[in-house]
T-cell receptor, first 116, second 116 residues
């Protein structure tokens, strides 16, 4: 089973709202990722959690706040976003315990975010 | 720094025909992973095929196969007996085998159209 789930599928929010994106995997993976993707472009890495600790932050604005409550769950908290933050947000996971953290990344279906 | 180049922004193939998508990369590492991901309009990134650089044998998954030329740093994807469901954006990606980061480096993508 290589399933990564994301909720919600679609989200529309105003610039003053606070919302959260959720990602879940039950493959025993110990690395989880958030990506932002604009139309017809490759995904851009935002954050990486390895063993529930933030290991990479690609200079993402503080209006995006990641959280990894446990090894299966990854959240992305959103606050005071700008219209240019509208994009597809993808979650991915990789690396069963004991394997290289660089092993294959499996992606979720994404959340389509629109900021008005 | 590693780079991945996909020189074909768009390709088209007739149903049941064969098409090859090109990918070149640059790295100073000797061991690494290479991936092809497919992203249909439904938007989920789906792993198509994976190649470990230390393996000389080209990876194959059903109708999908790669031509991995390590010395030339080339990693092309061949799709045989193309089907309408193969229409998608295809991303080539490089992943480190070791090191402090497990960041994927993506190419810019090739949009494949399949004509009935």
């Amino acid at each position: 089973d290589t399933e990564v789930t994301q909720t919600p599928k679609h989200l529309v929010m105003g610039m003053t709202n606070k919302k959260s994106l959720k990602c879940e995997q039950h493959m025993g993976h110990r690395a989880m990722y958030w990506y932002k993707q604009k139309a017809k472009k490759p995904p851009e890495l935002m954050f990486v959690y390895s063993y529930e600790k933030l290991s990479i932050n690609e200079s993402v604005p503080s209006r995006f706040s990641p959280e990894c409550p446990n090894s299966s769950l990854l959240n992305l908290h959103l606050h005071a976003l700008q219209p240019e933050d509208s994009a597809l947000y993808l979650c991915a996971s990789s690396s069963p315990a004991g394997r290289s953290l660089s092993d294959t990344q499996y992606f979720g279906p994404g959340t389509r975010l629109t900021v008005l | 720094a590693q780079t991945v180049t996909q020189s074909q922004p768009e390709m088209s193939v007739q149903e049941a025909e064969t098409v090859t998508l090109s990918c070149t990369y640059d790295t100073s590492e000797s061991d690494y992973y290479l991936f092809w991901y497919k992203q249909p309009p439904s938007r989920q990134m789906i792993l198509v095929i994976r190649q470990e650089a230390y393996k000389q044998q080209n990876a194959t998954e059903n109708r999908f196969s790669v031509n991995f030329q390590k010395a030339a740093k080339s990693f092309s994807l061949k799709i045989s007996d193309s089907q309408l469901g193969d229409a998608a954006m295809y991303f080539c990606a490089y992943g480190p085998l070791r090191g402090a980061t497990n960041k994927l480096i993506f190419g810019t993508g090739t949009l494949l159209a399949v004509q009935p």
